[in-house]
T-cell receptor, first 116, second 115 residues
Framework: AQSVTQPDIHITVSEGASLELRCNYSYGATPYLFWYVQSPGQGLQLLLK??????LVQGIKGFEAEFKRSQSSFNLRKPSVHWSDAAEYFCAVGVPVTSGTYKYIFGTGTRLKVLA | DSGVTQTPKHLITATGQRVTLRCSPR?????VYWYQQSLDQGLQFLIQYYNGEERAKGNILERFSAQQFPDLHSELNLSSLELGDSALYFC?????WGTGGTEAFFGQGTRLTVV
């Protein structure tokens, strides 16, 4: 069965420090991978996505993620965290349902706290 | 603004009652997804509709049902409500088909409190 694992429930970093959020997926074929961010009381906003091609993808707000097929991972990174990055981050995989349609399976999320 | 509209934003109701949550997808999106987000369960996929037809079911209880109407808006019906149904319910939409899939766009959610 398809699944997404985010091993870190909470992460705390200092403002200006680098960040890496881990994501591992379980899916037999080429995955379609996404990272979303959820600020308190808000819906989920797409940060970046990977469909094919270059395994290092750039997203909004200075985030990037690297797809590593050999490790079944899609880790999210940011070189210098800002206080406004404090939020919950979700990794997701898109899997085909019936011909042409897709559903999205989400990880349990990583809550990021940023220290001033 | 994602373009996905959910109403109401907040709902407080008593145990045993029935409620209906409404979702209007982004213009042009044919797929609608419902998710339940609670503290202990994370973001759980409930059900997907594509152009009016149910396409996938996740962890949706039998007390819950959904439908997508010809104008593509969707409703999630929750009945015989229990305290444990208190959660944030998200609707998302996407084009929903095509090579590679596309991302889902999320509404702001409906916060349901069962008392």
């Amino acid at each position: 069965a398809q699944s997404v694992t985010q091993p870190d429930i909470h992460i705390t970093v200092s403002e200006g420090a680098s960040l890496e959020l881990r994501c591992n997926y379980s899916y037999g074929a080429t995955p379609y991978l996404f990272w979303y961010v959820q600020s308190p009381g808000q819906g989920l906003q797409l940060l970046l996505k990977y469909f094919s091609g270059d395994t290092l993808v750039q997203g909004i707000k200075g985030f990037e993620a690297e797809f590593k097929r050999s490790q079944s991972s899609f880790n999210l990174r940011k070189p210098s965290v800002h206080w406004s990055d404090a939020a919950e981050y979700f990794c997701a995989v898109g899997v085909p349902v019936t011909s042409g349609t897709y559903k999205y399976i989400f990880g349990t999320g990583t809550r990021l706290k940023v220290l001033a | 603004d994602s373009g996905v509209t959910q109403t109401p934003k907040h709902l407080i109701t008593a145990t045993g009652q029935r409620v209906t949550l409404r979702c209007s997808p982004r213009s042009g999106d044919l797929s609608v997804y419902w998710y339940q987000q609670s503290l202990d369960q994370g973001l759980q996929f409930l059900i997907q509709y594509y152009n009016g037809e149910e396409r996938a079911k996740g962890n949706i209880l039998e007390r819950f049902s959904a439908q997508q109407f010809p104008d593509l808006h969707s409703e999630l019906n929750l009945s015989s409500l229990e305290l444990g149904d208190s959660a944030l319910y998200f609707c998302a939409s996407s084009v929903g088909w095509g090579t590679g899939g596309t991302e889902a766009f999320f509404g702001q959610g409906t916060r349901l409190t069962v008392v």
